[in-house]
């Protein structure tokens, strides 16, 4: 498995923005397919944005297309996810995720095999 390491969380008001980065240690096979996730106590771990480290075309959960942006920096192993516009719901710890090889669907975390610690965003009206 790959080591994850997210950063960049932390307090906004409504409307404003964030940015959240997640090293990649690789200590065996390189990632393939990566995305970040949320989730907030009592819920069901949500699909935010995916993609694969190859191509970098992105997938977003309906909830934040067109406010958030996924990329992944294959010079520096970082996954980054910059988020807009930020609401209240927005609000959750957040984490990013790897897999070795594709995954059935970006926002689902059957598949991922390695997640990072989290880290907390939170959103206040």
């Known amino acids: 498995h790959v080591r994850l390491a997210e950063s960049g969380g932390g307090s906004v008001q409504t409307g404003g923005s964030l940015s959240l980065s997640c090293a990649v240690s690789?200590?065996?096979?390189?990632?393939?397919?990566m995305a970040w996730f949320r989730q907030v106590p009592g819920k069901e771990r949500e699909g935010v944005a995916g993609?694969?480290?190859?191509?970098?075309?992105?997938y977003y959960a309906t909830s934040v297309l067109g406010r958030f942006t996924i990329a992944y920096d294959n010079s520096k192993n970082t996954l980054y996810l910059q988020m807009h516009k930020l609401k209240p719901e927005d609000t959750a710890m957040y984490y990013c995720?790897?897999?070795?090889?594709?995954?059935?669907?970006?926002?689902?975390?059957?598949?991922?095999?390695?997640w990072g610690q989290g880290t907390q965003v939170t959103v206040s009206s």
């Open positions: 995720a790897a897999a070795p090889g594709t995954v059935e669907h970006f926002l689902r975390p059957n598949g991922y095999v390695s």
């Open positions: 690789v200590y065996a096979r390189s990632t393939s397919a």
């Open positions: 993609l694969y480290t190859t191509s970098n075309i992105p």
